[in-house]
């Protein structure tokens, strides 16, 4: 493993601790070089489909991106990393349950925007106006209407 720090390959693995579910294992590291510690996490490698983009194009399944899109959404709420990736875990491992090869990124794109909608209505508000690409205000108004509505039945 290449240190942050430094860039030097030879580490030692000073703690290693299974993430919650067992699905993740956290290593603590020391780089041998320069002494600094840091973290590093492992988890099985498993086959993910791949997205076809509503322009055709096709790109594999990446976690990352689900992640960077939940954290713009999220960013200045009161939502904590840790229910970031557990977001993001739950739209991965369900992903995969699909059992498909290919996946439509609009399918994806739901997933998120139902993890996103139980967890903090700013933040599905934010996502939905940039995945369902709002062209203007009344359709932004439309959804924040279905919103209220929603709330009010509750």
Known sequence: MKCPFCDEIEDKVVDS????????????????????????????????????????????????KILAGLKKACEKRP???????AVADRIEKRV???GETEIQSRTVGEEVMRELHQLDQIAYVRFASVY???????????????????????
Do not use: H, N, W
């Open 17 to 64: 601790r299974m993430g919650k579910e067992g699905e993740v294992i956290r290593r603590r590291r020391e780089c041998l070089a320069c002494k600094r510690r840091y973290t590093t996490y492992e988890r099985v490698e498993e086959s993910l489909p791949v997205v076809v983009k509503k322009d055709g194009r096709r790109e594999s399944f990446d976690r990352a």
């Open 79 to 85: 939502i904590s990393i840790a229910t970031i990736e």
């Open 96 to 98: 995969q349950e699909m």
């Open 132 to 154: 369902r690409e709002f062209k203007d205000i009344d359709q932004f108004m439309d959804e924040l209407k279905a919103l209220a509505r929603e709330r009010q039945e509750k």
